[in-house]
């Protein structure tokens, strides 16, 4: 198909977008276009870069320290079918964890660019440790450790990797 491997999602979002769009119970997106679609339009965590660390399930479960801790976290895995809106049973399978656990600055720091940090839902982890990292708090702490990172970087003459100097940085 024209649409791709994943033309049923596809056509999902299509379906949507002709009923607001043409059947006279929304007058207000007559005028209104459809800019883009996703590649998998409701898949989360469709892109995930690597970092100097990847963030895994046993890390989550099993509170693992890190010598560069960073970030915390608490929320449960919160995993969702790969089939979205075609899935018989449960929308989404949450494992909860007693306690917090540690994300290292080097899940935010990546090998291959120097003067790139990730944070979001972008973070270097694996599929099942995104599906905790990825809440709104957890995101937003790392948003602040980057801002931070960035800030000595910029003062020191630093690049991102440069930083974690072996967990020595005393900034």
Request: net charge positive; charged share 15%.
């Amino acid at each position: 198909s024209f649409l791709g491997k994943n033309t049923n999602y596809t056509l999902v979002v299509y379906g949507v977008w002709d009923y607001i769009k043409n059947s006279g119970k929304f007058p207000q997106a007559k005028t209104l276009t459809l800019e883009w679609v996703g590649l998998f339009p409701g898949k989360r965590e469709s892109r995930r870069f690597n970092g100097l660390y990847t963030l895994t399930q046993q890390d989550v479960i099993n509170q693992s320290t890190h010598y560069d801790a960073v970030a915390y976290g608490g929320w449960a895995i919160d995993l969702h079918p790969a089939d979205g809106v075609y899935a018989g049973g449960n929308g989404c399978h949450q494992w909860h964890s007693k306690g917090v656990y540690q994300i290292p600055y080097r899940c935010y720091v990546t090998p291959d660019l120097d003067n790139l940090f990730v944070g979001g839902r972008i973070i270097s982890s694996s599929h099942v440790a995104n599906g905790t990292t990825r809440v709104m708090c957890t995101s937003a702490l790392g948003g602040e450790v980057i801002g931070r990172a960035a800030s000595i970087c910029l003062s020191k003459g630093y690049q991102g990797p440069e930083l974690h100097s072996n967990g020595k940085e005393s900034d």
